[in-house]
């Protein structure tokens, strides 16, 4: 049974987990505090820190990094791709280390995960399904104005992932379904898959789309645009608006999507109605992807920590189960899903992609 080490950096943490084929035998969530990363510039010099945490957690736990077989890095802010897995190489290090596409802590997902690999002695690491990867169609590419173009950033990871594992459950290949598969986290990404392509999605990470736990979502344009140039507001604040301190933190003060279910559930008339809300935002984006795909869809899948919520995902399908059947996959396991690609390397099924 090989063994796979898959690497998942978050802004305040790194969670490291160890997998035996599927089983994980191992995981780890490792903090990091503010004044540890507050003596770091830039997230990418926190490279070598983070590596070396990781070095020192595993050795304290007695697991030889000698017998892991595969190391698998959470996929960071690169050139648009399409989805697969990818070995890492000069150029993708060179664009996760200057942002590519803006700074996050995913980017060092990979270069620690190429650090790791040479240190162990394998000959390469790999990244699988980032958030950028683009599989849209020119026309879902249009907005109205020819200086904005919409793009494709979204939860491919955990969306590729649940996708496959609904089709496999159900005796099919991802490849063969039409699917709208919904991912309900700290964002919320709704796309149409088509036969193995995201053809459509929302863009997550700017707030696109139906509001969430700390973004605002779509919000009306003028509203908007007369905000920027009132001079009440910096370009950070409105940012801020857009992400961090918008959706329920906006309304109720906390991005606890519990919390506002308990309040709604103990007769909250705001709480109530703010969970309606969601439910009927999320549910008016899988319509237009219902759209998309022409109608002819095999199951809408709702994904991510909010689907735990049996309240919320009850409002959702009341809205939506006359579309197709639904699916509900609670959680956002971005370490079983890297597992899943790591297997698939192994095992012949996916062909491993050059990134250029």
Known sequence: MKRILAINPGSTSTKIAIFEGNEQVFIKNIKHSTEQLSAYATIADQFEFRRDVIIAELKNENIDLHSIDLVMGRGGLIKPLKSGVYRINDLMKEHLMMGYNGQHACNLGGLIADSLAKVIGLQEAYIADPVIVDEMEDVARITGHPDFERKSIFHALNQKAIARMYAKENGKKYEELNLIVCHMGGGVSVGAHRQ????????????????SPERSGSLPMNQFLKACFSGKYTQEDMQKILVGKGGYVGYFGSNDALAVEKAAIAGDPKA???????????????????VVLKGKIDAIIL??????????VRRIKNYIEWIAPVAVYPGEDEMAAMALNANMIINGEIEVQDYK
């Not at 994904?303 to 919320?312: F, N």
């Open 196 to 211: 193995g392509r995201v053809i459509d999605v929302n863009q997550a990470l700017d707030g696109e789309g139906p509001f």
């Open 272 to 290: 109530e109605l703010l969970e309606e809300a969601f439910a009927y935002q999320v549910a008016k984006q899988i319509g237009e992807n219902a």
């Open 303 to 312: 994904t991510g920590g909010i689907a735990y919520g049996k309240p919320v």
